[in-house]
């Protein structure tokens, strides 16, 4: 394949598709707008998937890299009610098939696997266009323009690439997560370390829940859900963190003081994180010579398949690229008629579970039932 693949976004999808068409030979190269690798602090932990994320890191050739990067017991699980009671407790014996990883320690090991350059930071879109004949024009907000035959938005949910396949914008989905860190959690923070445990830990009820992990170095990242118009939120001055931090621990008064330390006693100001999403089905008809892997083409609130997806989109769309190394056009549409049903059955899944369809799973007894049946399942 003599045509260049041009990457618009440096995160996990991207790199991963960066990195499977170096394995093939086929060159790529990535713009970021960030400045560098390191310009912003890169999320959490991620639960990698056997059936999915893993798979996208076989076929980078990274195993050996993944299995180091492994924090060893994080697959524990446990479910808490409101009150501190522990209903559900389940240890982590190395045989499950979503092993913890930190996203930043990831996404260098994708950075460190590709040529020098590869990544061109500080490359902001500011606008796309079709230029006819499957050739399409990218702009930069610094000044420049690329033209590429094969244009991948690997950009997120508010992508600059989107627009060239689908009208579709991300919408609010009724809920956000206010975000916040304790550091050094076993010394400082005891009774919250040791309800957290050693992996990760929901204590959940309808319209709000808290939700915790044990990261590397002693570190709790806590996440608290509430279900609330967006208004509701913009009441809340976040610039003021100890206002803000007391008006999100009042919505759990009542809750035990080891669960609302992880608002109250959070060693950063509380980050808002408002969750959008794409309509679950977003599909595009074929347009050549561009394409979407990741949120940028199927955003969901988050549901623990987001990056797993984003990594296995870059993969296949970077092995059916190698597979058809003399026609782009079907390289695009083996990996599209692939990829549509694949998104869609996680985001239908996904909100089963995550909006108790069967079962009331916005309640500890409820997600207690749903872990129990997947335990059966499998």
Do not use: C
Request: aromatic letters at 6%.
């Amino acid at each position: 394949m003599t045509t260049a693949v041009t990457i618009i976004g440096a995160g996990l999808g991207g790199l991963t598709l960066a990195r499977v068409l170096h394995v093939h030979g086929i060159p790529a190269t990535v713009y970021e707008a960030e400045p560098s690798p390191a310009a912003r602090s890169q999320g959490g932990m991620l639960d990698i998937h056997d059936y999915n994320g893993q798979l996208a890191l076989e076929a980078a050739d990274l195993m050996d890299e993944f299995h180091g990067l492994i924090l060893a017991g994080r697959q524990a699980m446990r479910v808490l009610a409101p009150d501190g009671t522990v209903l559900f407790d389940k240890a982590d014996d190395g045989t499950g098939g979503r092993p913890e990883v930190q996203r930043g320690e990831l996404r260098q090991v994708l950075l460190d696997s590709l040529p020098v350059d590869t990544v061109r930071w500080g490359h902001k879109v500011s606008s796309t266009r079709a230029l006819g004949g499957g050739r399409h024009e990218v702009t930069f907000a610094g000044g420049g323009t690329v033209v590429t035959s094969l244009l991948v938005g690997a950009d997120g949910a508010w992508s600059r690439v989107r627009p060239l396949l689908s009208t579709a914008t991300p919408a609010y989905v009724g809920k956000s997560i206010v975000e916040t860190y304790l550091f050094d959690a076993d010394t400082r923070h005891p009774a919250t370390a040791k309800t957290v445990g050693g992996g990760s830990m929901i204590a959940p009820t309808p319209g709000r829940e808290i939700f915790a992990h044990r990261e590397r170095g002693d570190t709790l990242h806590a996440y608290m859900g509430l279900s609330e118009p967006q208004d509701w939120f913009a009441a809340i001055d976040f610039t003021d963190a100890a206002a803000a931090t007391a008006r999100i621990a009042q919505e759990f008064d009542g809750w035990a003081p080891e669960l609302t330390a992880l608002i109250t006693d959070g060693d950063i100001a509380p980050v808002l994180r408002p969750l959008y999403a794409l309509p679950t089905g977003h599909r595009w008809d074929r347009v050549p010579g561009v394409t979407l892997v990741g949120d940028a083409a199927h955003l969901a609130a988050p549901n623990g398949e987001g990056a797993n997806l984003a990594m296995l989109d870059g993969a296949e769309l970077g092995k059916a690229l190698a597979a058809h190394p003399d026609d782009i056009e079907a390289a695009l549409t083996a990996y599209e008629q692939a990829m549509f049903p694949r998104s869609a059955e996680a985001a239908i899944f996904e909100g089963a579970e995550a909006h108790g369809t069967d079962s009331d799973i916005n309640t500890a007894h409820g997600l207690v039932a749903a872990f129990t049946r997947h335990e059966q399942a499998h």
